[in-house]
């Protein structure tokens, strides 16, 4: 069913920052550009644009723009931060600005709504923690302004932009920051025709509901039949035909989900009127109500509290309820809450966050992060926690100086109750005379005793989710390797639901100069088992790998190693092996999903790699080895399932999805182009690693070349003159006293202490010859400790020692490898030629 609103416009103008980084906009997809028409079509805006601060701070930057008018009216790319419009205005001052249009035709040229034109705008400071990020202007067509409740909902939205640019800095930004801030807000939105009964909703509403996007058939009838029956008949005076039309409707209804959860949602909805002023349609969003809406009275306003308390999990969750549950409420001017460790007192919100909205003392410390206070410095605070006892100061007190101009019309010190304990203290304060009502005392008290009591909770979970963070950052690498021919990243997600710990995996192996492994997997679950098991798998897998083993036999080594641990929980994995210099990828996959690869002109596909059980299954399981090469350019992704599949989330439509992203990534930054590929996870049920590889080619082609030492009394005569010609064809004589010293030294080594086939190799890469000798046995060779006068041997990996840039043993298969590295010298300038001598006077 088409919709009235039109794709937003995205504007190719630099994503500005302070660090001038560039940002080119995309168009969000179309279902999501339709969502965003509605939501701002039902909050009577027509056209909405977010402005970032450009390079200089000098002038603001458009970086998108949407809504049904975008197609009729351009915003402007650049508004000065000097001049007089209202995003400027609104941008210096950190306050948001309505005007009509009898304000507006005083105003400078705006781009949005045009000087006298019938219409309003707003503008919207973008901030957060006092840092100004940008602004949001909306422009619509009432003549009257925004209702009350369209600028309540334009603030939230313009909260959830300024969360997105605060979490972007530093990295990449999601490619619609209206339509992303707008799944965050978690506000489905619909259009239905009465006539028909026909009904477009997008992808929020659906899942606020339960149902599945494929699912649902455009009827409104799907819609109802999940809704409680004692709510029907207040959803059919909205949604049925009538020929009388309103204006606007608000209910709140009860939908049951298919897990048999019952959930309230908030319905606010209004008419489409048509020529002959018959409802032709009915615009409306839809929120999840997870509390009581709040009442006028003191017991709705506990209940709503309680509820909200109740689902705040972390510190800062406890911190927004209790700002909300007092400030507005009882109208104060600000709200600061502190917690109290070691006898000192740390601000953990400030509320408004507004420079100016603080006294002068405050402002003067004014930091991103406050600095600890000894609680002797406040007895006024120190006072109200020693009793445990609400304080109310009347207007006029006189307060210590860090308190001055806190509360001039009043101030409220409210202990904040813990286990054993006061947890802080919250400060609430007026600037006009105020007065405590015996109500407004038993609000306090209740309010102190109930955020108290969060605060301990969520100071339990946010330990949890530290020490969660903490184990799976140890289990993982801290940093990838360099490597010669490429550019490896990484990126791992955990869940956000639950213990924040997971099973899945990563690794990059370096094997050797032009050879790497590179590994993903997933240990079934999410909890500290999973991560222990995981860690144990990790551990294992390098150390076979570094073994020198094959892939299908480094597999198979940590299979049976699951297998053995008694463990219920089974492992899925891809091991990648590389070659750098040739771009040939030998993969093994057990039960993981398939790896996907970027072509070099951008075309995306998922290998078709032969696949064996999941570790853990079968001691006896085997796993082939499948063959692929790589060219110049290529990119290379292995991720896990949390990235690609969820409970409404099919695997077929992940993995198309993030081909899709792949596909249209730049691959010149691998680092965003791993943000990209994760994307919006949302609330992620599982967590997610993602491992990156864009293969170069290596820039200096080896040379080799290899001799089979025979084991004949002879040998290391015939290995120094292979050594000696090779050296000749490389036109690298320069080296050869150094090259041929090392090369005997090494294979007389070999000989004399290991049994079986013994192997010469050389590379000559750059300016350094590499002379590496194999044999078949795995101990490395030891250097003596002591070596005195009278000692027959031990001499010999000293001189190699001394004579190498670099020496050391690696473990192969079936044996070790010992390599030496011996620099070419640089030929130097020429000598000059000595002067001949004049014969002198009186000889011959």
């Not at 477009?200 to 455009?218: K, M, N, R, S």
């Not at 081909?659 to 919006?680: H, S, V």
Request: aromatic share 4%; with cysteine.
């Amino acid at each position: 069913m088409p919709h009235d609103g039109r794709s937003p416009a995205a504007v190719s103008e630099p994503w500005a920052s302070g660090a001038g980084a560039a940002r080119t906009g995309s168009p969000p997809p179309a279902p999501l550009a339709a969502a965003i028409d509605r939501a701002l079509t039902f909050a009577g805006a027509a056209l909405a644009a977010v402005y970032v601060p450009g390079a200089g701070d000098e002038e603001l930057r458009l970086v998108e723009s949407a809504g049904p008018a975008t197609a009729d009216r351009t915003p402007p790319a650049r508004l000065p931060l000097s001049g007089g419009s209202p995003a400027a205005q609104a941008f210096r001052t950190g306050r948001p600005l309505w005007l009509g249009p009898t304000a507006l035709v005083s105003r400078p040229e705006d781009g949005l709504t045009p000087p006298g034109a019938e219409g309003s705008l707003g503008a919207l400071p973008l901030a957060t923690e006092g840092r100004r990020l940008g602004c949001l202007v909306v422009a619509g067509p009432a003549e009257d302004g925004f209702e009350a409740e369209q600028r309540r909902f334009l603030e939230r939205y313009a909260d959830a932009v300024a969360g997105l640019l605060k979490a972007a800095a530093g990295r990449a930004a999601p490619s619609s920051l209206l339509g992303t801030a707008l799944r965050g807000l978690r506000m489905g939105s619909f259009v239905l025709v009465p006539d028909t009964g026909l009904v477009e909703a997008d992808d929020t509403l659906l899942d606020l509901v339960g149902i599945a996007p494929g699912d649902f058939d455009g009827k409104a009838d799907t819609l109802l039949a999940h809704a409680a029956p004692e709510d029907m008949h207040a959803l059919m005076s909205v949604l049925e035909p009538s020929a009388q039309p309103f204006e606007r409707r608000e209910l709140e209804f009860r939908v049951r989900r298919p897990t048999g959860e019952m959930r309230w949602l908030s319905l606010s909805c209004c008419a489409v009127v048509g020529a002959g002023g018959r409802t032709e349609q009915v615009l409306g969003v839809v929120t999840a109500l997870s509390v009581l809406r709040r009442g006028t009275d003191d017991v709705s306003r506990i209940q709503w509290l309680t509820a909200a308390l109740d689902d705040a999990a972390t510190v800062s969750d406890v911190v927004r309820v209790a700002v909300t549950a007092l400030r507005e409420p009882l109208d104060a001017d600000r709200v600061a809450l502190a917690e109290v460790q070691d006898d000192r007192l740390m601000v953990t919100v400030l509320d408004p966050p507004q420079h100016d909205a603080w006294p002068q003392a405050w402002r003067s410390e004014w930091r991103s992060e406050w600095p600890e206070t000894p609680l002797a410095d406040l007895p006024t605070l120190q006072m109200a926690l020693a009793d445990g006892h609400m304080d109310l100061w009347p207007a006029g007190t006189a307060f210590e100086s860090p308190l001055a101009g806190m509360g001039g019309g009043g101030l409220a010190v409210l202990p904040l109750p813990g286990k054993g304990q006061d947890a802080g203290v919250c400060l609430i304060g007026w600037d006009q005379p105020h007065e405590f009502t015996p109500e407004e005392r038993s609000l306090l008290t209740a309010t102190a005793a109930l955020v108290g009591q969060a605060l301990g909770r969520a100071h339990a979970h946010d330990a949890e989710q530290e020490l969660a963070t903490m184990l799976q950052r140890s289990l993982l690498p801290r940093r990838l390797p360099e490597l010669p021919g490429g550019t490896a990243v990484a990126r791992y997600l955990p869940a956000r639901r639950g213990l924040q710990v997971g099973g899945d995996w990563y690794d990059v192996i370096a094997l050797s100069e032009d050879r790497v492994a590179l590994v993903i997997g997933d240990v079934q679950g999410h909890s500290a088992g999973a991560a222990t098991i995981m860690g144990q798998m990790r551990t294992a897998v390098r150390a076979y790998a570094v073994e020198g083993h094959p892939p299908d036999v480094v597999v198979s080594h940590a299979n049976r190693l699951l297998v053995g641990m008694e463990t219920d929980l089974f492992a899925t994995c891809c091991y990648a092996e590389l070659d750098m210099e040739e771009g040939n990828v030998l993969f093994v996959r057990a039960g993981h999903l398939a790896p996907l690869v970027r072509d070099p002109d951008g075309t995306t596909a998922e290998l078709q790699v032969e696949g064996g059980l999941p570790l853990g299954i079968s001691p006896d399981a085997e796993f082939p080895m499948t063959a692929v090469a790589l060219t110049p350019g290529t990119v290379l992704v292995l991720v896990t399932d949390g990235l690609v599949e969820a409970a409404d989330l099919p695997l077929d439509e992940g993995m198309r999805r993030t081909r899709d992203a792949l596909a249209a990534a730049d691959p010149a930054d691998p680092g965003r182009m791993a943000d990209e590929l994760l994307g919006d996870a949302g609330r992620r049920e599982d967590d997610v690693a993602l491992l990156l590889l864009r293969y170069d080619g290596m820039k200096t082609r080896p040379i080799r070349a290899g001799w089979v030492v025979w084991r004949l009394p002879d040998a290391v005569m015939h290995a120094r003159r292979f050594t000696a010609r090779t050296l000749r064809r490389w036109a690298v004589e320069e080296a050869a006293d150094g090259v041929l010293l090392v090369v005997s030294e090494l294979v007389t080594n070999a000989l004399v202490h290991t049994q079986g086939p013994v192997r010469l190799d050389l590379v000559l890469r750059g300016d350094r010859v590499r002379v590496s000798v194999s044999d078949s046995s795995p101990r490395a060779p030891a250097k003596p400790v002591i070596v005195d006068w009278e000692a027959t041997g031990g001499r010999g990996l000293l001189l190699v020692e001394a004579t190498s840039e670099a020496f050391g043993t690696v473990p192969v298969a079936g044996g070790k490898q010992v390599w030496s590295e011996i620099a070419v010298p640089r030929p130097g300038p020429a000598p000059a030629a000595r002067p001949s001598r004049a014969p002198r006077a009186g000889r011959p």
